[in-house]
């Protein structure tokens, strides 16, 4: 009953490199920017830090979202996201990996609350290609 | 008796993005479809879950893999990877940071065995340019 | 007082890919090899290992950067980064986490120090577009 791997060729879109605003919301401003600029697949990376990472691990099993926070000030020291379409928006799904004073990571899915202290983010558009997320049996995850 | 640093230039080639099945092994998968598709040369990212990770760690003075492996499922939170050709055929490197349901993180070198869950995949194709991958003496790894 | 998110759009420009030097630094000889080909502004990802690792992490509060460093020898598990114009030259800005041979990871804002054993490097040209670093208030960094 598994879905077969499935892959689409894209052409390459605009690309737009950037700074986020100190204080902004890391997913929700990447997901703003994308949404005025009609952005709706693309692949984006970040390198900067928040003064707080909100992340989360989903449970295969349970189908669900575990949440987990921290408050501690952290450096991006790694990061795979991409931009497809939600609910007809354009949805940031990102992950990340969280270093903090001691060198020290954890990591997970990205959730609103990361809270930018600095961040360089780079979106490369993917055009003539349309990723849509809806709900998967198999995995309850929405994916394209 | 250290070769310098090489680097050449490339061209943009084809961009695939694409969606791995649920149980199908992460390199392995994306392997194939790189030889389906003769791409041979290429910049890859992924994005998404395994149910275990199978992942190395090279002993640079033993010129040796030290295998680990976890059970345990685990967000890809961190991904670098490349497409060259070895023996003739695609060859997927790539390494990987993982993320347990604490948010703790662990890494190394992908090997097959890492079953996807979940997994987003980005392959930018580069043209014009032969990347092979041969024995280099000094560090015992086979490098282009 | 705060600056608002900024972003422009850029175009492809050259795409480079290489293999840096063992034993060479691998953020100097990253910039020493954009300074050669006039790369002004590039996107960065670099896949590989080092024999020592030298990064840092910020303090938020206290604008400062906290050194750390390693000569444990690690595998590269995730790499962001970008080059812009800092004091009129190449600079790379990149974070990196690092695993050693039990898979622990540690990761932080790259100096100069690194030991490059192998690194396979990618750097993507932006063209038509300006990236310079200058001093930001509010974070004490310099940003573009």
């Known amino acids: 009953m598994t879905s077969p791997s499935r892959f689409w060729e894209a052409n390459a879109g605009r690309t737009f490199v950037g700074r986020l605003a100190t204080g902004s919301d890391l997913v929700a401003e990447i997901e703003r920017y994308c949404a005025e600029q009609s952005v709706v697949a693309a692949q984006v990376t970040v390198i900067g830090a928040v003064r707080s990472a909100a992340y989360a691990y989903y449970e295969q ?11 501690t000030h952290h450096e991006i020291v790694g990061f795979v996201g991409n931009v497809s379409l939600r609910d007809d928006r354009p949805f940031l799904h990102a992950h990340a990996t969280f270093a903090d004073a001691s060198g020290a990571t954890v990591g997970g899915h990205l959730l609103r609350g990361c809270q930018v202290f600095a961040a360089e983010v780079m979106i490369r558009e993917l055009a003539d290609v349309s990723l849509v997320r809806a709900h998967d049996e198999e995995t309850g995850l929405a994916l394209w």
Request: glycine share 10%.
């Open 61 to 71: 099993d349970d189908h669900g979202y575990l949440e987990l926070a921290s408050t």
